[in-house]
């Protein structure tokens, strides 16, 4: 399974930024999707995660109800629709999916495969 982002970019606070994540490869195998972000000199910290094959989705605190995480099957594709952001989203944004094993929705370890990242910055 591969998986690229795109969308990100500067932006000023309040603003909305659309992130898209194209899962290509063996996506059969995938059970579950996420979007988890670093910002610089912290960790990598979970944002949203949705099921491949159901229409669960979960959420950080911090995005709950600012974020939106959506896919779409057939044209292999997640998104993360991000609105009212601030200073504190500034980011750089990871896609990651789940094929099989333990699994726990908000656990990077429990995801095998990742992208590069995309690049989040939120002006003030």
């Known amino acids: 399974v591969q998986l690229v982002e795109s969308g990100g970019g500067l932006v000023e606070a309040d603003d909305s930024l659309t992130l898209s994540c194209t899962v290509s490869g063996d996506t059969y195998d995938v059970y579950a999707a996420a979007w988890f972000r670093q910002a610089p000199g912290k960790e990598r910290e979970f944002v949203a995660s949705i099921y491949w094959d159901k229409t669960d989705t979960f959420y950080a605190e911090a995005v709950k109800g600012r974020f939106t995480i959506s896919k779409n099957k057939a044209k292999n594709m997640m998104y993360l629709e991000m609105n009212a952001l601030t200073s504190e989203d500034t980011a750089d944004y990871y896609c990651?999916?789940?094929?099989?094993?333990?699994?726990?929705?908000?656990?990077?370890?429990?995801?095998?495969?990742w992208g590069q990242g995309t690049q989040v910055t939120v002006s003030t």
């Open positions: 990651a999916a789940h094929s099989g094993g333990f699994y726990y929705y908000s656990a990077a370890r429990t995801y095998q495969y």
